[in-house]
């Protein structure tokens, strides 16, 4: 996870190097309706490739969004989870998607 040190001055700033890009906000989106394997996230995250996914989740997990869990199974078993942390983020996206909604209203 990132420290204090890491992390810019301005909360804004700091908000977007944790979830600042498309790839981020969408994989937190698909979370906030539950669990979710590597598979259901490629599949609802509209045009991500394997590896953009991967390195998503693996950045999400290492700075505490989310969760995962690997059943000890074969083939391989994994479920990513929002952490509490992440779950915080859901009035954020609740903003975009409202703004999203008026804004295609408007045009």
């Given at each position: 996870m990132?420290?204090?040190t890491e992390l810019p001055a301005c909360p804004v700033?700091?908000?977007l190097t944790l979830i600042?890009?498309?790839w981020k906000v969408l994989i937190i989106r698909d979370l906030l309706n539950g669990t979710k394997r590597f598979g259901e996230l490629?599949?609802?995250v509209n045009g991500i490739s394997q590896k953009v996914l991967t390195a998503n989740l693996r950045d999400m997990e290492k700075n505490g969004l989310l969760t995962r869990k690997v059943f000890p199974e074969v083939p391989p078993k994994v479920e990513?989870?929002?952490?509490e942390l992440g779950v915080s983020l859901s009035p954020i996206l609740d903003a975009m998607?409202?703004?999203?909604k008026e804004f295609k209203q408007k045009i």
């Open positions: 990132l420290n204090k700033e700091t908000t600042g890009d498309k490629k599949k609802s990513y989870t929002l952490s998607a409202q703004w999203g």
